[in-house]
């Protein structure tokens, strides 16, 4: 994740990083995480990248409030990947624009 926000220059969730905990993962197998316990109501995509090589998966950032909440994997077709792809797969990463970052320090 530390490489997903430095190309995103997204440092407004740098100091958060190291405080994340993975509180659960994802039922299915794949290696999405979440950092906070709660209602999926609420998530915000903060930044995603796309992975190299593949159909079109991608890797999502969400928080909420403000707050990092969970890193997720999207994946095309197949199944459930098991590991997080290496930092060098992640391409075209960005913040969307419509998001509005506030982060309270
Ligand atoms: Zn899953």
């Not at 998530?43 to 969970?70: I, S, Y």
């Not at 199944?79 to 990463?93: I, N, Y």
């Amino acid at each position: 994740m530390s490489v997903l926000l430095d190309d995103m220059d997204g440092i407004l969730f740098w100091t958060q990083i190291a405080d994340l905990r993975v509180v659960s993962g994802c039922a299915c197998g794949c290696p999405t995480v979440d950092f906070r316990s709660g209602p999926e109501e609420g998530l915000e995509l903060v930044a995603d990248a796309k992975v190299a090589g593949t159909d079109g998966d991608a890797v999502l950032l969400f928080a909420r409030d403000g707050v990092l909440d969970r890193l997720e994997y999207m994946w095309v077709g197949g199944p459930p990947p098991t590991t997080w792809p290496s930092p060098d797969m992640l391409v075209e990463p960005r913040r969307p624009a419509d998001v509005t970052l506030e982060v309270s320090d």
